[in-house]
């Protein structure tokens, strides 16, 4: 079955460093990929997504791109910020026509310190 | 006003106790979905709405009742829960067959069972 692995936190930064946040996933066929948010006390927010292969996602400085040949989509950020502290999943849908429900990595919780 | 509304943000029951969590969607979407959240575990899908219809269940209590009267509502009835059951608990929609499958979530209930 398709699954997400995402590197195990927490991660802890200083203002204005930079982020990656490691993503792979196991999938069959060309499943879309995505980025989601989750700030304390909070739902998900969707961050950014990458439907084919080389498509790079960007968002509010974020950015991520989707590798099939190394089946990764990892997450980076060039200069973090304390509002960027937050709860970050990495998750795949598989065929679009499909109502099938996404798959999640386990999050990764950030803190960013001033 | 966001996109999926869950209502109420925060609810304490007693182990005895009936009560019901709401969430609505105004996005147009055909598919819902309800997820647990707890502490230091990945999401856990719970159950899956297709065109109104129950397409998903994955081995959740009978303790937990879903419903889904049209596209647009999907209540999550709880009676008897244990405290293992404090989470929060995400509502989250999504639309099938048009190449965008990405899950918009709610700000989820804070559920707290005593």
């Known amino acids: 079955g398709d699954s997400v692995t995402q590197m195990e936190g927490p991660v802890t930064l200083s203002e204005e460093a930079f982020l990656t946040i490691n993503c792979t996933y196991t999938?069959?066929?060309?499943?879309?990929l995505f980025w989601y948010v989750q700030y304390p006390g909070e739902g998900l927010q969707l961050l950014l997504k990458a439907t084919k292969a080389d498509d790079k996602g960007s968002n509010k400085g974020f950015e991520a791109t989707y590798r099939k040949e190394t089946t990764s989509f990892h997450l980076e950020k060039g200069s973090v910020q304390v509002s960027d502290s937050a709860v970050y999943f990495c998750?795949?849908?598989?065929?679009?026509?499909?109502?099938?429900?996404?798959?999640f990595g386990s999050g990764t919780q950030l803190t960013v310190l001033p | 006003e966001t996109g999926v509304t869950q209502t109420p943000r925060h609810l304490v029951m007693g182990m005895t106790n009936k009560k019901s969590l709401k969430c609505e969607q105004h996005?147009?979407?055909?598919?819902m979905y309800w997820y647990k959240q707890s502490a230091k575990k990945p999401l856990e899908l719970m159950f899956v709405?297709?065109?109104?219809?129950?397409?998903e269940n994955n081995s959740v209590p009978s303790r937990f009742s879903p419903e889904c009267p049209n596209s647009s509502h999907l209540f999550l009835h709880l009676h008897t829960l244990q405290p293992e059951d404090s989470a929060l608990y995400l509502c989250a929609s999504s639309q099938a067959g048009q190449g965008n499958t990405e899950a918009f979530f709610g700000q989820g209930t804070r559920l707290t069972v005593v």
């Open positions: 996005l147009g979407h055909n598919a």
């Open positions: 998750a795949l849908s598989p065929h679009p026509s499909s109502a099938r429900q996404l798959t």
């Open positions: 999938a069959t066929g060309y499943p879309s």
């Open positions: 709405y297709n065109f109104k219809e129950q397409t």
